[in-house]
């Protein structure tokens, strides 16, 4: 008898959502994901940081975090209070 392949569903294809479909597949997993939002998300997710460990969990996966978003390299900001200076470097990953 041959063992049936697990199969996933993701609900949501956030990049959390998208990042676990990828973990599955990378596992062995057959995956299929589902979004509701009928039409193209762009113009959002501007304020989406991409940070060390996801970095890291793409490479390892196999995917060339290069292109990944825009790199910035200072944090300004205008509300107060907050817990780092107005304008403030931003250390590369």
């Not at 609900?11 to 479909?21: F, Q, T, Y």
């Not at 959002?44 to 940081?49: Q, S, W, Y």
């Amino acid at each position: 008898m041959r063992k049936a392949k697990r199969r996933a569903l993701v609900v949501g294809g956030s990049m959390s959502g998208l990042l676990a479909a990828l973990l599955l597949r990378h596992a062995g997993w057959e995956v299929d994901v589902f979004e509701r939002v009928e039409r193209e998300l762009a113009g959002r997710g501007a304020g989406i940081v991409a940070q060390p460990d996801l970095i890291e969990t793409l490479r390892r996966l196999g995917i060339d975090p290069t292109d990944l978003g825009v790199e910035i390299t200072t944090r300004k900001s205008s509300i107060r209070p907050v817990a780092w200076p107005a304008n403030s470097p931003v250390p590369r990953c």
